[in-house]
């Protein structure tokens, strides 16, 4: 933009300010009117997509793969994982079935619901499904321990219970091959959890199995498909909040052995959005108190801060207006755009404001200050608007859409910005003018500070330090990394999170797990074969696998065990027993451990606390720890009985709601391949990938579409850097030649390699959302070089006092605002969000130092530093 276009934008400017001067009042009402439009547009026409699927482009080729998979198998996705947890499997399992049973009954808020991991046909076949060693030592345990079983059978008491582990001591039990040493660990363990107030349940299922029960925590599972209503503000919190009523009840119950916590793809984006938009609410506002604190710290006026909030807020309603009728939904991005608006809007104002205030103090009236600062500031304001514009929208293009809409809203903001400040703003201060200041005799005097002085005087070594430091960046910006996993940007902290990190890679509900559509049986199972030849493929998965093999073998051990076992016993068969007894067979299994030099440490304790105690607390505890030891017999026994029942069956024999789930209605198989390592580690994620993919290259399922997301946004990171670069250097080439334009960018590289450098000491990898950092720096960081070239081609301060003049001032107090703005949101408890401001915060401090500071050194000093006292 040559001098003579820029004092013709200038006066356009100044006319117009000139009208608006004399109408305050219309001009106010129209933008009053105007903002209540953009809010009521807001409130009835701005909706929340919590889909992050929707974030980039469906024409993407992964994209289309996926939403086929998807189709196929529509009860396997955006689903809610229930995950009942409990220090017995017994428990743990009732209370699984007991769920599922209440949940199915919920079919107006769930279109399927099953159990991966259970079910009454994996319950029945249960034990085929063992490989034959293990079935062969379950057995043997068994017929081991059928005595006991049936004594327990017909009389499940403590006093049967502590006599036959007494028997059980004896030399010739052990020689038969009894060991009652796990059931007699656990009865110490039931008296300790009592004598210290603890819960505790001997598992007789790990027992029957020769379990030792080392896992503290057993889990099942359930897999619930709920509708999603995607025009709600949270599309699953009718499903999750029904659920989660299910699920306290259930807890309730269960005195305090159950523990039930929801995960899964549906609860993630549940908890997510609350997160995002909880934080949104928040950082606006937070972010509005700290604009204020620095716009008194710039402008020192009641009045101008008055008109500075006013203007913004409008600004604020009339952008959210028209991202209501340009975008209608805001994603898990762009519902940062108000705080974007806050930090960049109020920069406008600033500029504006400062140098009105500098032409009051030079005794101008206001009238003739307003005009003068339009004229002075307007034509830079114009500039600025379009370069952070076209780092907002140069995103708009790319196959990321959850940034590009986030760039639309936010490059419309900017001309929102710039028109509120150039029509909004000086009509308040028509309103509210400063008073006007008396003449000063003399020339202007500028303040110099001796750091700035030695600045002045440093040109040259500030040139080579900024050498040195871009071959600095150079070296370690190679080490930037991008973070694949969408988990690693959320609350840690919340329910759905927390259980997903701690699950893992399971086998039951396998997270992270890669889907592969085949046409048919045969090749899938081709396919499956040469997957468990991969070494960071922990298990792959097929409908086959559900079918038993050896079935003829395992038949014949499962015969052998008798059909008896675990039977009801006839209707008040079961003798009742007191107190008394109860505390006599605790004191012959004392007699009997003294007597064979066991470990009496506990059963010892016990007898002396119950000799202690009065009745009725001798009674509690007797029956607590009755409890503790027997609680879960007669439910082992119940699944055992029926997977004695097992019969031999053929895949055409499984369940359809099975089949279902591994055969979609137009008859694809489904093959799932399970990880070996954490897969929310981007280097594991791309190995499991890569190496799946050359055996299946049409592989699909989460981390093929992490991957590929990823991907896709690193691609649409350059187009945009590249298209912002190239376009904002055709802008600064209009200031006033091509070297200048080049002088005023290389400081903003240097801002933008430093950032990438912090990234990479400060651990802030690179990820789906603080991705728009770079290129909106760009927008945002050329807009102090503008303002700070406009002011040295004024002519009216010399070299050494510009960096004290009302343009420098607001070049800082905007960065101030900028980083206010941005700093809250690196204190969101949404990572990615907090990322994001971290970064554009680092960046912002980055551009301001090179702008004040390199900019300077790289400029020729203006021709003309005579002052003058014009406007």
Not at 96 to 112: G, W, Y
Not at 566 to 580: F, S
Request: proline share 6%; aromatic share 4%.
């Amino acid at each position: 933009m040559t001098r003579r276009a820029r004092e013709q934008l200038g006066r356009l400017l100044e006319r117009w300010t000139a009208v608006v001067a004399r109408r305050p009042t219309l001009v106010l009402l129209v933008a009053v009117l105007a903002g209540a439009l953009g809010l009521w547009a807001a409130v009835n026409g701005l909706g929340l997509n919590t889909d992050t699927a929707e974030m980039l482009s469906a024409e993407l080729p992964f994209r289309k793969a996926w939403d086929r998979y998807a189709h196929a198998f529509p009860q396997l996705n955006d689903t809610v994982i229930v995950v009942v947890e409990s220090s017995t499997p017994e428990i743990a399992d009732d209370t699984a079935d007991a769920l599922l049973a209440e949940l199915a009954r919920r079919d107006d808020l769930l279109d399927d619901v099953h159990r991966p991991d259970g079910g009454a046909f994996l319950r029945r076949h249960g034990l085929m499904l063992l490989n034959v060693e293990d079935l062969q030592r379950l057995a043997g345990g068994i017929t081991r321990g059928q005595s006991m079983i049936d004594r327990l059978h017909a009389d499940p008491s403590l006093p049967v219970l502590l006599d036959l582990l007494a028997a059980g001591l004896a030399p010739e039990a052990r020689d038969r091959g009894l060991d009652v040493g796990p059931i007699l660990a656990g009865f110490d363990a039931a008296v300790k959890a009592r004598l210290t107030g603890r819960t505790y349940l001997l598992s007789w299922q790990e027992l029957l199995a020769g379990d030792p029960g080392t896992d503290p925590v057993h889990r099942r599972f359930i897999v619930a498909k709920p509708r999603l209503d995607y025009d709600r503000l949270f599309p699953a919190e009718e499903t999750l909040d029904a659920i989660r009523v299910i699920v306290r009840d259930t807890e309730t119950r269960t005195d305090d052995l159950v523990r039930v916590h929801l995960t899964g793809p549906a609860a993630l984006a549940h908890d997510e959005m609350t997160t995002v938009s909880r934080g949104a609410l928040r950082t606006t506002l937070l972010a509005l108190a700290m604009v204020g604190l620095v716009l008194w710290a710039a402008l020192r006026s009641v009045r101008l801060i008055i008109a500075t909030l006013v203007t913004l807020v409008i600004g604020l309603l009339i952008t959210a207006g028209i991202a209501a009728v340009t975008v209608g939904r805001l994603n898990m991005i762009s519902v940062a755009f108000a705080v974007l608006y806050v930090g960049l809007g109020v920069d406008y104002a600033i500029h504006l404001c400062l140098r009105y205030r500098e032409l009051i103090e030079r005794g101008h009236r206001s009238f003739t200050a307003l005009r003068g600062s339009v004229h002075n500031i307007g034509p830079a304001l114009a500039l600025c608007a379009v370069s952070t514009a076209i780092g907002f929208f140069s995103f708009t293009p790319t196959s990321f859409r959850g940034v590009s809409e986030l760039g639309l809203i936010a490059g419309l903001g900017m001309f929102v910005s710039l028109a509120v400040t150039l029509t909004v703003l000086p009509a308040l201060l028509a309103l509210l003018p400063l008073p006007r200041r008396p003449v000063p005799e003399g020339p202007p005097r500028h303040r110099t500070l001796p750091l700035l002085n030695a600045l002045d005087r440093g040109r040259v070594p500030i040139r080579w330090a900024a050498l040195v430091i871009a071959i600095a960046c150079a070296a370690v910006l190679p080490g930037a990394t991008f973070d694949y996993s969408p988990i690693n940007l959320q609350d840690p902290d919340v329910e759905s999170v927390a259980v997903l990190r701690a699950l893992g890679a399971s086998d039951r509900v396998a997270p992270s797990s890669i889907a592969i559509v085949e046409p048919d049986a045969e090749t899938a199972r081709r396919r499956a074969v040469r997957l468990r030849t991969l070494p960071l493929v922990r298990r792959v998965v097929t409908l086959d696998d559900y079918v038993a093999t050896d079935q003829p073998r395992k038949l014949e051990i499962i015969r052998s065990l008798d059909p008896r076992l675990g039977a009801a016993p006839p209707d008040g068969a079961t003798p009742i027993h007191t107190d008394l007894e109860r505390r006599d067979a605790v004191e012959r299994l004392d007699a009997t451990l003294a007597a064979t030099g066991g470990d009496r440490t506990l059963v010892s304790a016990l007898l002396r606390h119950l000799d202690g105690a009065d009745e009725p607390e001798r009674a509690s505890v007797l029956a607590d720890i009755e409890r503790s030891m027997l609680a879960t017999f007669s439910i082992a026994m119940s699944r055992l009985r029926d997977a004695l029942g097992a019969e031999a069956y053929t895949i055409d024999d499984l369940p359809a709601e099975l089949r279902a789930r591994w055969i979609s209605a137009d008859g694809v198989h489904r093959v799932e391949v399970i990880p070996t390592a954490d897969v929310t580690d981007s280097a594991n994620l791309r190995a499991f990938v890569s190496e799946v993919r050359v055996v299946a290259p049409h592989a699909t399922g989460e981390p093929v579409v992490l991957l590929e997301a990823g991907e896709a946004v690193i691609r649409a990171f350059v187009q945009a850097f590249v298209g912002a670069l190239v376009a904002i250097a055709i802008l600064l080439t209009l200031l006033r030649n091509l070297r200048e334009a080049l002088l005023v960018l290389c400081p903003l590289l240097l801002a933008g390699a430093l950032t990438g450098a912090a990234s990479v000491v400060l651990d802030i990898p690179f990820n789906f959302a603080n991705v728009i950092a770079l290129p909106l720096l760009l927008g945002i960081g050329v807009d102090s070089g503008i303002h700070i070239v406009q002011r040295m081609h004024g002519g009216a301060e010399p070299p050494e006092a510009l960096l004290h003049t009302s343009t420098a001032r607001a070049v800082v107090y905007s960065a101030f605002t900028t980083i206010m703005s941005f700093g809250n949101l690196a204190f969101t408890a949404h990572r990615g969000t907090a990322s994001m401001g971290q970064l554009l915060t680092l960046g912002i401090v980055f551009t301001l130092l090179t702008t004040l500071i390199m900019l300077p050194a790289f400029l020729p000093a203006p021709r003309s530093p005579t002052a003058t006292n014009a406007p």
